[in-house]
Every structure is written in structure tokens, then in C-alpha cells.
């Protein structure tokens, strides 16, 4: 046996951090040169990023501000309030924790301070666009919560408000969640409200792909048409880390309480100190700067189904157009597939991820892929872009072109978006590497 601080050992572990180090930068330079189109993904801003590797990264905070259980904290009290006020300044709102350390904890702590095991909570189907929160291998499944299905209307792209009010009278759930991960429209909550207050139902909507557009006044504001609690990450149309937050409009001190203990101790520990600080920054930005940068990343989803639509493409409702959010569903069963069609795009460079679409039945093989316009946009892209994104798709899927030349194009498209918009020191490289040490070991 090799003593762990033999020399060879620690020659090896050199050679394994240098090879983490360069897989890394790999990582960095692949993704300047690609057109990332994932609907869940955007860019921290430089000011945002610099915080993620602060020495608040290194601490303790468990508590509230001002009512912690560690000393030392008292600039991290400063930033999770001036954090909190934002967010509330944000979604125009009397209740927000930022907490929860991603979007699924947030959906935990939720179902913790709302739902007891064995309850029914309504929900649309995995199928149909719900996140895996809502699955029995989900979140709800670790509550043990019995998921009420919401009829769904495929032909609108939203649950269905006659029937699912139907189902909701018959199960009477006491939450009842809205939101979705396939998020191409606004759902009418506003249509079914009666009905929750009728059933006693909290309305809790899960924002996590659309906040940004929320807080850009692009999409429904879901606090004024029923729904009481939001949960979301804060790393999709919300440009901001990857971190999570609970946020809601009420005058009930007793759900604050509760929604607070579920948030922690319930499902945290400490919080992510160093997230909560970026988190802080994005949010500011964001009210600089959220309400161009989403009035654009609506702008290019509808003109990148309107473009691969006009190619040929099965864009999913082309009669609607395509979308109202940042996100465009294409079923590309007659190109190969979801899958082999996401692996494709993939080696030439566009990014993006399989989908379960409506009518599907194997999780495994999805016809669907999803496309997201919140990273192209961050870095510039405009509508003309969206055409020819287009047109390398139809390059590649229908035109028979090799994967070689459509990846060199889509680098040259890349080549004049490489830096970060809508924020403070806009024009800063986007995918840049902190190289704090400058050497490697
Ligand atoms: N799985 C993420 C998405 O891509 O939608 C949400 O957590």
C-alpha cells in the first residue's frame, strides 16, 4: 500500500488535478464555441460569478439574519437581506427565503410545510411537461404525497381549466401545484381560482424555467391570478446561480412559519452562502436590466420555432406561435428520435436536451427535443440569429450536411457572441475561467 503522502502519491494527485483543471477549461472552451440551447440553463454575470468563489463560500450561516446559530456572520447578513428585499422588490411580494439550495429543495420544502404523507396534491403528468418533482421518484414520491393528475389540452399546451377543476372538487387537494419543466404557455390558473378557494386548495406555482420572464413582466404573474407560494431555482430565465427560492404573496403568519421551518431546518442546513450572495447580484440585475433581456429571450424562442417551423420542422403548436416562454418543443420522431437527434445536434454543437412530449409513452425514448433561448440570448443573439440556428438544424437534419461543417459554422456564428449582456460590465467574456492559482500544481 502507497502511503497517501508518499511522494508518488502526491505526484499522481498533481497529474489528477491538472487533468480535472484541463477537463474544466475543455468544458469552458467547448461551450464558447457552441450554441448552448438547454431551456434550464443560462450565464452568471461576472459580478454574480466573482461571489461564487468568495469566502462566503467557506461558511457557516444556518438561521435568519440576525437570528443565527454561528458568529461571523454578520456581512452575511447584510447580503441575504439586501437578497431578500430584492426578491421581494422583484416579484412585488410579501414573502421570500433563500434558503432552499436548488429548485427540487425548494419544491421539498414546500410539499414539507404544506402537505402531510399520504395527502393528495394536484399536478400535470410528467407527459405532459411537470418536472420530476412530481414523480413517485421525485419529490413527491419522498413526501409520499398521491399526485392528483390535471386533464391536459394538448392541442393548447395547457392543462385543461373544466376538467382539472373537476378533478380538483373530486380530490379535493389542499396544494395544488402549477408550473412546469416543457413550459411553453401560460396556464389558466386564473380560470380555476374559484376553485381553489372553494376546495381550500393553496395554489403553489413552480416558476423555476419562467421566473425571469415573470420578474421581465414577459409571462403570467402567478401571485395575481391565484396562486399563493412560488418555488424555483434561480438559474434559467432568472439569469442568476444555481440556488433556489421560495417566494409568496399572503398575510398568514402561520404559513410564513411554516413555509420558513421547511426551508430550514427542514431541508437545509446551511445554505449556500456563496450562491445567496450571486443570487443577491443577479436579482439586481435583473431589475436593471430583466425586462429587455426577457422581452428578447420571448422574442428569439417564437422566431427560432417560427424559423425551424418554416423549415419543415414538427414544432409543437405552430398554431398557438410555438411559444409565449423561452422554450420551443419540436417532435422529431421522422428525424431519428429524441435522442439520437439531441446526440446529433450535440456533436455539431448545438446543445440541447431530449424531451418527453405530449402522447409520449417511454420516458427512455422521448420524440421530442427541447430547445431554450435564454443563453443565446444572454450573449446577444438576436432573431436573425435564431434563422440561422435554423438553418444549421436543417442543414444537418433534413440536408444531409457533416456534422464537421455544420460544427465549424456553428462556431463562427458563436464567434461574435461571446460575452455577457443585459448586466453590469456587459461585454465581459461569458465563459471565462477563474485561474486564481495561475499555475498548475
Ligand atoms: N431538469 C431541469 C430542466 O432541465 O428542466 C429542471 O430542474
Known amino acids: 500500500m502507497t502511503s497517501p503522502d508518499t511522494p508518488g502519491t502526491t505526484e499522481e494527485m498533481a497529474a489528477t488535478v491538472r487533468s480535472i483543471r484541463s477537463s474544466v477549461r475543455a468544458h469552458s472552451k467547448r461551450f464558447e464555441n457552441a450554441i448552448p440551447l438547454i431551456a434550464s440553463e443560462n450565464l452568471l454575470s461576472p459580478y454574480a460569478k466573482e461571489l461564487m468563489i468568495s469566502d462566503f463560500h467557506s461558511r457557516y450561516a444556518e438561521g435568519k439574519p440576525g437570528e443565527r446559530y454561528y458568529e461571523g456572520n454578520e456581512q452575511v447578513d447584510e447580503v441575504e437581506r439586501t437578497c431578500l428585499a430584492l426578491a421581494r422588490r422583484l416579484f412585488r411580494c410579501s414573502f421570500a427565503d433563500v434558503r432552499p439550495i436548488s429548485g427540487t429543495v425548494a419544491n421539498l420544502a414546500v410539499l414539507k410545510a404544506l402537505a402531510e404523507p399520504g395527502a393528495p396534491v394536484g399536478t400535470a403528468r410528467l407527459a405532459d411537461g411537470a418536472h420530476i418533482s412530481s414523480a413517485s421518484f421525485g419529490a413527491f414520491g419522498l413526501r409520499g404525497v398521491k399526485p392528483v393528475y390535471y386533464p391536459w389540452d394538448p392541442a ?20 395544488a401545484l402549477f408550473g ?10 386564473q380560470e380555476i381560482a374559484d376553485t381553489l378557494r372553494e376546495v381550500g386548495a393553496v395554489g403553489w406555482y413552480d416558476a423555476a424555467h ?41 398575510d398568514d403568519p402561520e404559513l410564513v412559519k411554516k413555509l420558513e421551518s421547511a426551508a430550514f431546518p427542514g ?48 414544432v409543437i403548436a405552430a398554431d398557438l406561435g410555438f411559444t409565449r416562454s423561452h422554450t420551443v418543443a419540436v417532435r422529431v420522431a421522422q428525424e431519428g428520435g429524441g435522442e439520437a437527434v439531441a446526440k446529433r445536434l450535440a456533436d455539431a454543437g448545438l446543445i440541447a436536451n431530449k424531451n418527453l412530449l405530449p402522447g409520449d409513452t417511454s420516458p427512455k425514448h422521448p420524440s421530442g427535443v427541447r430547445l431554450g433561448t435564454p443563453e443565446v440570448t444572454r450573449v446577444g443573439m438576436t432573431e ?58
Not at 156 to 175: H, N, Q, S, W, Y
Not at 212 to 224: H, K, M, N, S, Y
Not at 294 to 312: F, S
Not at 410 to 425: E, G, S
Open 267 to 314: 431541508v437545509t442546513s446551511n445554505h449556500h452562502l456563496h450562491t445567496m450572495a450571486a443570487l443577491a447580484v443577479a436579482l439586481a440585475e435583473h431589475i436593471a436590466f430583466g425586462t429587455a433581456y426577457a422581452r428578447q429571450t420571448v422574442r428569439n424562442a417564437r422566431a427560432l420555432g417560427e424559423a425551424l417551423h418554416g423549415r419543415g420542422f414538427d
Open 210 to 250: 419562467v421566473l425571469g420572464l415573470i420578474a421581465g413582466g414577459e409571462f403570467q404573474d402567478p401571485l395575481r391570478e391565484g396562486c399563493t407560494v412560488i418555488s424555483a431555482s434561480t438559474h434559467k430565465t432568472l439569469p442568476g446561480p444555481q440556488h433556489g427560492i421560495l417566494l409568496g404573496e399572503t
Open 180 to 189: 412546469l419543466s416543457l413550459f411553453l404557455f401560460p396556464q389558466p390558473i
Open 156 to 175: 393548447k399546451m395547457t392543462f385543461d381549466p373544466e376538467g382539472t377543476r373537476r378533478v380538483l372538487r373530486e380530490a379535493r387537494p389542499k396544494l
Open 384 to 441: 436573425r440569429d435564431m434563422d440561422r440556428i435554423a438553418e444549421l438544424f436543417d442543414d444537418l437534419l433534413h440536408k444531409g450536411r457533416s456534422t464537421d461543417t455544420v460544427r465549424a459554422d456553428v462556431a463562427a456564428l458563436k464567434h461574435d457572441h461571446t460575452t455577457i449582456q443585459y448586466c453590469f460590465a456587459a461585454g465581459e467574456a461569458a465563459y471565462r475561467y477563474y485561474d486564481l492559482v495561475g499555475r498548475d500544481p
